[in-house]
C-alpha cells in the first residue's frame, strides 16, 4: 500500500459513516491512532453519533491519548478552521486540547486554542454535543496534521466521544451551533441554537428532516427562516413516536450564507 497523500480539496469532512465495522483498529484511511484506547463506535449507554449511526470514542484513565486526521495541503497566510463536535459521558476529569504538527505524531506537535472540557456532573450521563473549533493561519505552506488529545486523569469511566470533523477555509459567514430541542410533544417542538458570531444581518434558516443520514448542500430547501437576533423556532405538524434532525444556517446577506 503507498503512503497517504495529502488532502487537498476542502471542505473536507469526517463522520466515520464510511468504514464497514467499528472497533479499536476500525478507522478511516490515513488516520493514525498515537496511544490510548481509541476505537469507532456505535450507539451506547454512554455516547451517540452526532449525525449517522457511528462516532469515535476515547476510553476512561487516558494519558495524553492522540488521535492524528490524514494530512493537509495548506497555504501559508491562509485561515482555515479544524472543528468537530465533542460528548461527554457525565463523568467529570475529561481535558482534550486539540494540535497540528507537520509530521503525524505529537513530537514537537504545538497545541492550538484552550483546553476543552465535556459537560457532565459525575454521575453517567449522556451529554449533548458541544461543538470545538479552532482557527489556523500556518506560516510556510506544506502538508498539516491536526490531532485531538485526550486525558482522564481521575480513572473514572466511561467515555469521550467525537464526530463530524471538518477542515475548511474559513468563512466569512460563520454556521451557528444548534442546541438540544425543548417543550417536545407529540406533534410539536421548539428548536434553539447559539447565535453566530457573524451576527446575520438576514437572520437564519432551519430545515427539519426525519431523514437522520441527511447532510444538507448550499441548495436544500429550508424549513423556514427566522428573522436576525432570533435563536429558536416553534415547529408543529410533528408525527408521534417520531426521531427528527434539524439544522441551522445564517444569512449574512443575500449572497453569503454559512454551511
Not at 58 to 81: C, H, I, K, R, V
Not at 178 to 201: D, E, G, H, K
Not at 203 to 215: F, K, Q
Request: glycine share 8%; aromatic share 14%.
Amino acid at each position: 500500500t503507498t503512503a497517504c497523500a495529502p488532502i487537498t480539496t476542502l471542505p473536507w469532512n469526517e463522520g466515520f459513516e464510511g468504514i464497514t465495522t467499528v472497533g479499536t483498529t476500525a478507522f478511516p484511511p490515513c488516520w493514525f491512532k498515537e496511544n490510548g484506547d481509541w476505537a469507532t463506535a456505535l450507539t451506547s449507554t454512554y455516547n451517540t453519533p452526532k449525525s449517522g449511526t457511528k462516532y469515535l470514542r476515547d476510553s476512561w484513565s487516558a494519558t495524553n491519548e492522540y488521535m492524528w486526521t490524514p494530512g493537509f495541503q495548506l497555504t501559508a497566510g491562509t485561515s482555515y478552521d479544524f472543528s468537530f463536535f465533542m460528548q461527554g459521558d457525565g463523568h467529570v476529569g475529561w481535558a482534550v486540547d486539540v494540535f497540528y504538527n507537520t509530521v503525524q505524531n505529537s513530537v514537537n506537535a504545538t497545541q492550538i486554542g484552550n483546553t476543552n472540557v465535556p459537560s457532565g456532573a459525575g454521575s453517567t450521563a449522556m451529554q449533548p454535543y458541544s461543538f470545538v473549533y479552532n482557527t489556523f493561519v500556518p506560516t510556510t505552506t506544506g502538508v498539516y496534521y491536526f490531532a485531538v488529545r485526550v486525558n482522564q486523569p481521575s480513572g473514572t469511566p466511561w467515555y469521550v466521544a467525537f464526530d463530524d470533523f471538518k477542515v475548511e477555509a474559513s468563512p466569512s459567514c460563520v454556521q451557528p451551533i444548534t442546541q438540544p430541542a425543548t417543550n417536545v410533544t407529540s406533534a410539536t417542538a421548539t428548536i434553539n441554537w447559539n447565535p453566530s458570531s457573524s451576527l446575520p444581518v438576514n437572520g437564519y434558516d432551519y430545515l427539519v428532516t426525519t431523514d437522520l443520514a441527511l447532510v444538507p448542500s448550499d441548495t436544500s430547501t429550508p424549513s423556514g427562516t427566522v428573522a436576525a437576533g432570533i435563536t429558536s423556532a416553534n415547529i408543529i405538524g410533528l408525527t408521534g413516536s417520531t426521531t427528527y434532525k434539524y439544522f441551522v444556517r445564517s444569512l449574512c446577506s443575500a449572497s453569503d450564507k454559512s454551511s
